[in-house]
């Protein structure tokens, strides 16, 4: 318990970081951001195998970020993890930053891959897994992206080729929050049943409540503890805008709109929620 | 076309996909990439092989056999091969992929741009069936991808002529930090420049014989062309210069200056591509800029179209890239 109350605190900040750099942008994917944080939160916290000093420690589990687009969500991940520092987080999409509004290997530490074009992560991160499995390391490749992804082929491509060389060391992270650039992302390009999918392509499949951090965590462990020679895939269910009701409520969008006062005000909410949930900042 | 002409040509049948360029009686070598590759990685345990299901057609079954524990079948994915082979160089090895060229550069161009060259991993793409090498129409004949790749920053691209060429190149792309794209000639390859005190330098130019009326500026298998047109002319007392350009990227500009300026009245840049985006407009924009002006330049590279389907030799006459058919626009460039 003690540690899901830890785990609760780290993805708080996780978000009210995301807000604050969406603050200095004046917009950002924030509504992602503060759907994902409890992921990245128990990825962070809880079951990678880091060095935050050392962000290129060989033994380290690499986590490749395939939707650079989620960097907002990412950079508030990274200075909770400690690997870059808080005071960074106002260089955030200026010039010169290392924080650049879409992910890049070459400018933020911690940062594995440069995602961005989407669908590629996952074919990276086959080529990472071989690698780590042929040095004999045993560390593990998490891939995280979005659902929008799904409609990639490299993405299948890439699940075909992970399955066929047994990748047991190969994590991926699906956030489904269901919204794409041109609306719903079933009504986009129809992907369900998802589930059955990644099993018929061979994978070990876990859907959870992605907003229930004792169940990701659950998820973490499993796919991690598994002792099948075989890829794993979690499938994250996500709200928007989670935790700042306003935007939780706002017409669904891919790139959630937020007035100036508005940036403010989500603080100031997301404070007060986590005041009343009994558990000190 | 008069009828009687036609009736006396032998009408060629295409053949098999991967038709030789080497001529009837031509010296050969039998795949000189696989074999160079099996070789080095004796020596160097961070080389790894990889394909999307065309091994057997890149030679890179030679390195699946000696090393198979070192060797990872991607499947019919072009986009998995290369977004795989930048996900190995990440973790330190140097991943030679192979497909062909048509399926390598167009299909999997964004993960070559961005996981491979935007980090400037160590990935050595070797595609086959460059240019015109094969009968099978456009959608294996790779008659642009020297544009395509040109265009992404800091990839180096190397055209070989042939299994001299090839297998000395293959240690040379491997030594070299950054990611290399190598046009690749398979099965028994041609071998010509052993003839010419010739030894392949990355990033080098090299002037195989120099002439006093025209320049020959090529790479891939058209300098061996040129040097079967150069001996051709010699007998009609046309002085014909060669300077071979394996590595199309970085071009040597200051040797493609020095052979250029005061010296010749006809420049001719012949190469196994169209001639939009290929060496041509690389060396055109060289001699612009170095405010090199030679009396007459010429293009001998394939034409801006998608190209027909058939035999080889049929097709290489048709487009101008034979011995004979390149010596024939040379003469008359030259008139």
């Known amino acids: 318990m003690k540690e899901l109350q830890n785990l609760r605190q780290s993805a708080y900040r996780i978000r009210r970081y995301a807000l604050r750099m969406g603050e200095v942008q004046g917009q950002g994917y ?22 935050p000093s050392e962000p290129q ?62 669908g590629q992560g996952l074919p990276i991160a086959v080529g990472m897994a071989l690698g780590l499995r042929r040095k004999e390391n045993p560390a593990f ?25 047994g990748l ?68 994250f269910d996500t709200l928007m805008g989670k935790g700042v009701p306003f935007l939780e409520q706002r017409e669904k969008n891919h790139f959630i709109r937020v007035d100036p006062p508005e940036w403010q005000e989500a603080i100031r909410i997301l404070d007060e929620s986590q005041q009343t949930e009994g558990v000190p900042a | 076309m008069n009828t009687a002409v036609a009736e006396k040509k032998p009408r060629l049948t295409t053949s098999a996909m991967i038709a030789s360029i080497a001529a009837e009686g031509q010296r050969v070598k039998a795949a000189p990439f696989g074999k160079a590759l099996v070789e080095l990685a004796a020596t160097r345990p961070d080389i790894v092989g990889m394909t999307a299901d065309l091994a057997k057609y890149t030679d890179l079954h030679l390195f699946a056999q000696a090393y198979p524990e070192r060797f990872f079948q991607m499947g019919m994915a072009e986009q998995l091969l290369m977004g795989a ?39 050595k793409m070797c595609c086959a069936l460059p240019g015109l090498t094969t009968g099978y129409g456009p959608s294996h004949q790779a008659t642009e991808d020297i544009a395509m790749m040109r265009g992404i920053p800091g990839l180096t691209i190397v055209d070989p002529c042939d299994a001299l060429d090839i297998e000395q190149a293959v240690p040379q792309i491997a030594a070299h930090q950054g990611p290399v794209y190598m046009r690749l000639l398979r099965g028994n390859v041609p071998l010509v420049l052993d003839e010419y005190d ?42 014909v210069a060669v300077l071979h350009c394996p590595t199309i990227k970085p071009l040597d500009e200051a040797a493609i200056v020095e052979a250029v300026r005061y010296r ?23 001699l612009l800029r170095h405010r090199v002006q030679p009396a007459g330049f010429q293009l001998a590279g394939l034409p801006d179209a998608f190209l027909d389907a058939g035999a080889l030799p049929t097709l290489h006459e048709r487009y101008g890239i034979s011995r004979e058919a390149l010596g024939a626009r040379i003469k008359r460039w030259l008139d």
């Not at chain 1, 907003?211 to 659950?218: F, P, R, T």
Request: charged residues 20%; aromatic residues 8%; proline residues 2%.
């Open chain 2, 198 to 239: 010739y030894r392949f330098e990355l990033g080098k130019a090299k002037l195989l014989r120099d002439g006093a009326d025209v320049l020959v500026i090529s790479s891939g298998f058209l300098t061996m062309r040129a040097l079967e047109v150069a001996r051709d002319l010699a007998a009609d007392k046309v002085d």
């Open chain 1, 30 to 51: 924030i509504g992602q951001a503060l759907g994902y944080a409890d992921v990245l939160a128990v990825a962070y916290r809880h079951a990678l195998r880091l060095r």
């Open chain 1, 141 to 165: 490749v998490y891939n995280s992206m979005s659902d929008g992804e799904l409609d990639e082929g490299s993405t299948w491509e890439a699940a075909m080729a992970a399955a066929h060389h």
């Open chain 2, 85 to 123: 082979a930048g996900g190995l160089a990440k973790e330190g090895l140097v991943p030679f992929a192979t497909t062909y060229a048509v399926f390598g550069t167009r299909r999997a161009y964004d993960f070559i741009h961005q996981v491979i060259a935007e980090e400037n991993l160590n990935v």
């Open chain 1, 57 to 118: 420690w060989e033994g380290r589990d690499r986590f490749l970020l395939s939707h650079g687009h989620y960097a907002i969500a990412f950079y508030a991940a990274l200075i909770e993890a400690g690997v870059i520092p808080e005071s960074e987080l106002d260089t955030y999409g200026s010039d010169d930053s290392r924080l650049p509004m879409s992910g890049m290997a070459t400018y933020t530490p911690g940062m594995e891959i440069s995602g961005g074009s989407l």
């Open chain 1, 168 to 235: 047991s060391n190969l994590v991926c992270l699906v956030d489904i929050n269901n919204q794409q650039a041109d609306g719903p992302s079933g009504k986009v390009l129809g992907f369900e049943p998802l589930a059955d999918k990644w099993a018929a392509f061979g994978w070990h499949v876990q859907r959870v409540d992605g907003n229930d951090l004792a169940a990701v965590l659950e998820a973490f462990d499993a796919a991690r503890a598994l002792r099948e020679a075989r890829p794993r895939v979690i499938l």
């Open chain 2, 264 to 286: 010749h009245r006809l420049v001719v840049v012949a190469e196994n591509h169209s001639i939009v985006g290929g060496l041509g407009e690389a060396v055109a924009s060289t």
